[in-house]
């Protein structure tokens, strides 16, 4: 599968700053993450720490926050790995899923699921 990209906007709650990005799908990773100077800048503050496994096996620790997220019609809240300044922003997993997406790997694009599943809400309910 090639690289498949999606422009994203990552916003403030509280004062509405934001920045626009093309951020990198990596279905690899759990947690979204964009450069750390770029989520200060629109006043993201970090909420804590994180122990992350990299690609090459190595563990990193990383400050995380918390932001509103925008891309393909979709709002929602989203943590964020405050990565080092100058890398490539990535969504993962956690922000497809949280928006209704899959990704396509034949045609390299993203794709609405159908609907939600609540299995297991139903299963609560009878109770």
Known sequence: M?????PVTVSNFITRDSFTANFLIDTGATDSMAPASELKRIGIEPV??????LANGQ????EVGDAKVSFLEETIPLRFIFGPDGSEPILGVIALESAGLVVDAKNQTLTRIPTFK???MAELAKR
């Open 48 to 53: 804590g720490t994180r122990m992350y496994e």
């Open 118 to 120: 609540l299995k297991a």
């Open 2 to 6: 090639g690289l498949t990209h999606v």
């Open 59 to 62: 563990t990193a620790e990383f």
